[in-house]
């Protein structure tokens, strides 16, 4: 049984990751289909990159239903395309990707304590 901060707080979550999917959508199709300047076929590490940032935002939406597996799922694709490309660590901004996933993986373990109670 949830109680009412979890319940804030998941409501907040759910807020913000469905945020970052739909800034992250709009991005994605400004920058593929609407930029003018794209020179040619994305490189095979473009690819790599854009397909982890996908696998991260999926976990991101399952989330919602499921906190520890989308919160993992989201940090660990972060981290690989942190290592994949440092310069993602440049951004702070692109901070609220990973601290988002904590607290969704926060949540899970504060909503479960409260449940064995």
């Known amino acids: ?3 009412k901060p979890n319940k804030k ?4 979550l759910r807020g913000l990751s469905g945020l970052i ?3 992250s959508l709009f991005m994605f199709i400004g920058e593929t289909f609407l930029d003018e300047k794209t020179a ?3 490189t095979n590490n473009a690819i790599l990159q ?3 940032a996908g696998i991260g935002l999926t976990g991101l ?3 919602w239903k499921w906190e520890l597996t989308g919160g993992i799922i989201a940090l660990v694709a972060y981290f690989v395309l942190a290592i994949i490309n440092y310069r993602v660590l440049g951004f702070p ?3 609220i990707w990973p601290i988002t ?3 969704f993986i926060a949540l899970w373990a504060i909503s479960t304590s409260t449940t064995a109670k």
């Open 93 to 95: 901004l692109v901070y």
């Open 1 to 3: 049984m949830s109680t």
């Open 40 to 42: 040619g076929p994305l």
């Open 61 to 63: 939406g399952l989330a």
């Open 21 to 23: 999917i739909v800034f």
């Open 9 to 12: 707080l998941r409501w907040i």
């Open 50 to 52: 854009l397909s982890i």
């Open 101 to 103: 996933a904590i607290l």
